[in-house]
């Protein structure tokens, strides 16, 4: 929103402070879930040997009763996923505001440019997501399980760089 709709300030608003500040609040919220789901999952009992096929299965091989465990993993990818979604959706209506607002043809281009290519990294990013934690179980077999997870941990990562490549001229 910044880069395009304040771009001559971009530098000045988005300074290293702010830059770490995001960092840090970052790492904070990723640090605090996961620790949180290894104190949930450090309770559970579990009765004996057994094969785990996928990381989300390990609530099912559980002796006891999880289902408050699974009501906070839902609900940690709730606020996880539709939380900063909602944020950047906001966000984008903005953006469009904005780049509608631009009266060359160039200026506009290249704010679409812009703005197309994080918006295909955001999309495909959220979408994966979304379809691997908030569908239920029930309505994916197994081996969809694994392979949306393993774009979400895999090619995203490798077309992320890919995908932001495509709006420079080099």
């Avoid at 996961?34 to 094969?51: E, R």
Wanted: net charge neutral; charged share 15%.
């Amino acid at each position: 929103f910044v880069e395009i709709y304040h771009p001559l300030q971009y530098t000045v608003i988005m300074n290293w402070r702010e830059c770490i500040v995001l960092v840090i609040a970052t790492w904070a919220c990723g640090f605090f879930l996961a620790l949180v789901h290894l104190v949930l999952f450090l309770k559970l009992a579990f009765c004996g040997f057994q094969d785990v096929n996928h990381f989300c299965e390990i609530l099912k091989v559980a002796c006891c009763d999880a289902w408050i465990k699974e009501v906070f993993i839902f609900t940690g990818a709730v606020f996880i996923l539709v939380g900063p979604l909602s944020l950047i959706l906001v966000s984008y209506m903005h953006i469009i505001w904005a780049i509608l607002k631009i009266r060359t043809k160039e200026g506009c281009r290249k704010a679409f440019s812009t703005f197309s290519s994080h918006f295909c990294v955001v999309g495909f990013n959220f979408g994966i997501a979304v379809m691997v934690y908030l569908v239920p179980d029930d309505s994916q077999c197994e081996e969809e399980q694994k392979i949306l997870t393993l774009f979400y941990t895999l090619l995203h990562p490798l077309l992320n760089p890919l995908i932001n490549s495509l709006r420079n001229a080099q």
